[in-house]
Nanobody, 116 residues
Framework: VQLVESGGGLVQPGGSLRLSCVAS????????MGWYRQAPGEQRELLAV???????HYADSAKGRFYISKDNAKNTMYLQMNSLRVEDTAVYYC???????????WGQGTQVTVSS
């Protein structure tokens, strides 16, 4: 299964973006799926992760502003990002993990730039 992100771009502070992550197969291939980001010179940071039962965890940096969701019929996961800040500028990655076989798959990333 491959993952392909889209939806990044340039947005002004306070704006919103919705990122998409399309899987080449069923989202149920993964036990958990999540969104991460990596800013220049920084480590990759977890933003939000959701398991197949709908259980969701948000990092403090994402709580109240970012929302993870899935459309299983479309094999797509989303990240709705609101009230964006300059410090949200980063490359955003989606991830899928399957415990059986230790499968851990990353998308290629999509750039989000928050600037006036």
């Amino acid at each position: 299964v491959q993952l392909v992100e889209s939806g990044g771009g340039l947005v002004q502070p306070g704006g919103s973006l919705r990122l998409s992550c399309v899987a080449s197969g069923s989202l149920f291939s993964f036990n958990t799926m999540g969104w991460y980001r990596q800013a220049p010179g920084e480590q990759r940071e977890l933003l939000a992760v959701q398991n197949n039962f709908g259980g969701t965890h948000y990092a403090d940096s994402a709580k109240g502003r970012f929302y993870i969701s899935k459309d299983n019929a479309k094999n797509t996961m989303y990240l709705q990002m609101n009230s964006l800040r300059v410090e949200d500028t980063a490359v955003y990655y989606c991830n899928g993990y399957r415990s059986r076989g230790g499968i851990n798959i990353w998308g290629q990333g999509t750039q989000v730039t928050v600037s006036s």
